[in-house]
């Protein structure tokens, strides 16, 4: 793995591992009212786009760190139409 792979794999794991308390407290707390869903909305919009761009360049740090981040901003996403 070269410098810049490893900096993204860092960069991506940060960014990825940020949403886990988001996703935790929503789900604990059946609340989301105070979450925007026009932000989340876009927000996993544009994170399913860094995926396929990542799929696109066969960027593998891009690919999984993103794989996983739509998944987590999708699950608050979802949680927000059914709690908020």
């Keep these: 793995m ?3 792979d490893s900096i993204g794999s860092v960069a991506a794991s940060l960014t990825t ?3 886990v308390p988001q ?3 929503v789900w604990k ?3 989301a009212k105070d979450i925007s869903l026009g ?3 876009l927000f996993t919009l544009g994170v399913a786009l860094w995926l396929v761009y990542g ?3 066969m960027s593998w740090p891009i690919i999984i760190a993103n794989s ?3 998944m ?3 699950a608050v996403l979802v949680m927000k139409l059914k709690f908020g």
């Design 2 to 4: 070269n410098l810049s």
């Design 17 to 19: 591992l940020a949403f």
């Design 23 to 25: 996703v935790w407290q």
């Design 29 to 31: 707390s059946k609340h």
């Design 39 to 41: 932000m989340y909305s």
């Design 55 to 57: 799929i696109l360049l």
């Design 68 to 70: 996983i981040t739509v």
């Design 72 to 74: 987590l901003a999708g």
